[in-house]
Every structure is written in C-alpha cells, then in structure tokens.
C-alpha cells in the first residue's frame, strides 16, 4: 500500500527566511503525482505545487519549489522569502495515475509557523 | 475560491442522529471525492463518485453513504452518528482524463454531541 510520511510535526521560520518542508512516501508505481497541499487557519485545502513523476524537472511556483528526488522516493518542498500568509499546515500527498481510483493519500501534515 | 461548494458549513448534532452534507462539483467536473478530516486520523479518502457512479471506496464506514446525480452534485449521508464522527469533512472534484488535480471546497464542520 501506498504510504506518505511527513517527518516534522512543526517547523518555524523567521519572516523573508527560506524552509524546506520534508516527505517521503512508499509506492511500487511508476507513474504518479505527488503534491503539496497548504491548509490555513480557515481550514481551505489549497493546491501549491504539483509534480509528476515521469517529470525529471522539478516544478516551481513562484516562491514555491520542490526537490523530487524518485529514487529516494523523497519530495520535499522549498518556500523561499517566506511570509506571514504562509503560516498553515502544509500536507504532502501522492496520486497513482495507473489506478482506476483517482483518490490521494495525504501524510499526516507539518505545521509551519512564520516568526515575525 | 476553488469552485467547489460544500453545504453546511458547520453542523451540530447528537449521537444517533442522520445528517446529510452536500457538495457542488466544479462546472465541468464529473467527478467528486469524499474525504474526513480528524485529528487522530488525519485526511482520510472516504468514496469517489465518477458522472453518477461509484468509482472507489476508502476508509468510509457501513453507517455511511454517499451518491452523485445527474446534475453532478452529490451528498453524504452520515447515520447513527457517534462522537467519534465529528471530523471536517471535505468535498473535493476533478476532471477525470483531463486533469488530474482535486480541487477541494471549504469542508463542513460535523460536531457530534
């Protein structure tokens, strides 16, 4: 079974900072989409970055990036010049394209503070 | 905004009761997912409805239910309801063999008393 582990409950960052939020999952397919999801205090589930495994570049959105690393099974995610709106539970999750089913397996979340 | 609506947005109920929690597809979106956020089970895929059928179950319990019409909205249907349901229960909807991302609604509060 497909699994997602996010590794650090809570990270802080001071404003403007950069930080690296880590995920590895587990998963015997080859074709698949991983994602990062953010999660503010209003409880909204919004799509940051998406990545597709047959993908070797990694994806950018503005100050979002993500380092995919497929051997290693790893998909962390980068937010640079990090601001005030970015204080949120950030969810790493993983698709399989090759299934019937269409559902995501999220990890179990980082919450991440932004220090004024 | 996603697009995607999801009514009540809050709802308060005992234990033993039925609820019913609705869901707007995006336009164009012929399929919706269910999911219920807890704070010991985190995000949990419940049931996938494709154009009005069933496509795929999760972790969704006998006491629930859930189905899409023909206009694409769907509803869910939580009965028997225990302290252990309440939970933040998202919608979320894509179009399948067009695009792959989900675009989640805002989610509806489920308090069980």
């Known amino acids: 079974a497909q699994t997602v582990t996010q590794s650090q409950p809570e990270m802080s960052v001071q404003e403007a900072e950069t930080v690296t939020l880590s995920c590895t999952y587990d998963t015997s397919e080859s074709d698949y989409y991983l994602f990062w999801y953010k999660q503010p205090p209003s409880r909204q589930m919004i799509l940051v970055i998406r990545?597709?495994?047959?993908?070797?570049q990694n994806a950018t959105e503005n100050r979002f990036s993500v380092n995919f690393q497929k051997a290693a099974k790893s998909f962390s995610l980068k937010i640079s010049d990090s601001q005030l709106g970015d204080a949120a539970m950030y969810f790493c999750a993983y698709r399989c394209r090759a299934n019937r089913d269409d559902k995501i397996i999220f990890g179990k979340g980082t919450r991440l503070h932004i220090l004024p | 905004d996603s697009g995607v609506t999801q009514t009540p947005k809050h709802l308060i109920t005992a234990t033993g009761q039925r609820v019913t929690l609705r869901c707007s597809p995006r336009s164009g979106d012929l399929s919706v997912y269910w999911y219920q956020q807890s704070l010991d089970q985190g995000l949990q895929f419940l049931i996938q409805?494709?154009?009005?059928?069933?496509?795929a179950k999760g972790n969704i319990l006998e006491r629930f239910s859930a189905q899409q019409f023909p206009d694409l909205h769907s509803e869910l249907n939580l009965s028997s309801l225990e302290l252990g349901d309440s939970a933040l229960y998202f919608c979320?909807?894509?179009?399948?063999?067009?695009?792959?991302?989900?675009?989640f609604g805002p989610g509806t509060r489920l308090t069980v008393l």
């Open positions: 979320a909807s894509s179009v399948v063999g067009t695009t792959d991302t989900q675009y």
């Open positions: 409805y494709y154009n009005g059928e069933e496509r």
């Open positions: 990545q597709e495994a047959y993908k070797q």
